[in-house]
């Protein structure tokens, strides 16, 4: 099974940067999907970006685009998602998941396998 760890969440001033990364325990074949999603205290899971394991297409929430990247590094299996011009509307605990490319890819129902999640925090 495979197991995502995320890390470099923390707190930081609207307009400022972070880089969120998702290492995974293993290289396998049947992950076709890396996605980002978040949830903000009192609602859902919701959809980020997500990247292709094969040829590293991308697709972002509107909410996002312009401002987050989703990026993939295959010898490290690790996910980045880098995150600028944040404002305090996308503090959230940010999860990875990854997906064996079933179903709608925006949707959190077609992830089996998350990280723990890590907090990212955007003070006015």
């Known amino acids: 099974q495979v197991q995502l760890v995320e890390s470099g969440g923390g707190l930081v001033q609207s307009g400022g940067s972070l880089r969120l990364s998702c290492a995974a325990s293993?290289?396998?074949?049947?992950?076709?999907?890396w996605g980002w999603f978040r949830q903000a205290p009192g609602k859902g899971r919701t959809f980020v970006a997500r990247i292709t394991s094969s040829g590293g297409s991308t697709d972002y929430a509107d909410s996002v685009k312009g401002r987050f990247t989703i990026s993939r590094d295959n010898a490290k299996n690790t996910v980045y998602l880098q995150m600028n011009s944040l404002t305090p509307d996308d503090t959230a605990v940010y999860y990875c998941?990854?997906?064996?490319?079933?179903?709608?890819?925006?949707?959190?129902?077609?992830?089996?396998?998350w990280g723990q999640g890590t907090q990212v925090t955007v003070s006015s």
């Open positions: 998941g990854a997906g064996l490319g079933f179903g709608v890819y925006s949707s959190a129902t077609n992830y089996p396998y």
């Open positions: 293993e290289r396998t074949l049947s992950i076709a999907t």
